[in-house]
Each structure stands twice: as structure tokens, then as C-alpha cells.
């Protein structure tokens, strides 16, 4: 099993900045992909940014050159470093875990961007 705590979302204005982190405990695999989607209200769950064991990052077209994902493999910790934030970026931001376990997924923390 895998846990994972999510922290850092809040309410911003158009052009901010916020930082998620997501911290993973419990059955840590090596190989593993650790990212974010996110869920706009009336809207399906979108893959936003992952990053591999390697810490190789992969961004939806939309957030490329304003979203940045890292991770701390020391801390089992992923980030995601959130730039120029848009209205359209106002979601719920899951946190997620894959490996050969499977995958698991944060609480969800709440992205407002509103002037």
C-alpha cells in the first residue's frame, strides 16, 4: 500500500504562482512514476504533468512553459511548481503513485484562480 499526502493548494489571482507537494509513504518501488491530474467542475479528470523514477517530466500542452514537476526521491516527495496561473487552471489537482503495485491517489487539493 501506498499513502499520499498532498498539500500547497489555495486560492491565487490571475498570473500567480502556487506550489503543490505530494508526499508518498508506505511500499516505495524504485520504479515509479509519480504526477498530477487535475478536475475542473463539469469536466473529466485531465493528466497534467508526471515524471519518472528517472526524473524524466512529461506536461499536458496546456501548462508547458508555466508548470514545472520535480521530485525529491530522498523524500519520496513530487512537486509541482505552477506559474502564471490562468482561471482555466482552477481545478482539484490529484496527486498519483504508479508501480507495479499499481496506482494509488492524494485527497485532492483545491487550485482556485480567480481576479
Known amino acids: 500500500q501506498v499513502q499520499l499526502v498532498e498539500s500547497g493548494g489555495g486560492l491565487v489571482q490571475p498570473g500567480g504562482s502556487l506550489r503543490l507537494s505530494c508526499a508518498a509513504s508506505?511500499?516505495?518501488?524504485?520504479?515509479?512514476?509519480m504526477g498530477w491530474y487535475r478536475q475542473a467542475p463539469g469536466k473529466q479528470r485531465e493528466l497534467v504533468a508526471r515524471?519518472?523514477?528517472?526524473?524524466?517530466?512529461t506536461y499536458v500542452d496546456s501548462v508547458k512553459g508555466r508548470f514545472t514537476i520535480s521530485r525529491d526521491n530522498a523524500k519520496e516527495t513530487v512537486y509541482l511548481q505552477m506559474n502564471s496561473l490562468k482561471l482555466e487552471d482552477t481545478a482539484v489537482y490529484y496527486c498519483?503513485?504508479?508501480?507495479?503495485?499499481?496506482?494509488?491517489w492524494g485527497q485532492g487539493t483545491q487550485v482556485t484562480v480567480s481576479s
Open positions: 498519483y503513485y504508479q508501480s507495479e503495485l499499481g496506482i494509488y
Open positions: 515524471i519518472s523514477g528517472a526524473g524524466v517530466p
Open positions: 508506505g511500499t516505495i518501488f524504485s520504479i515509479n512514476v
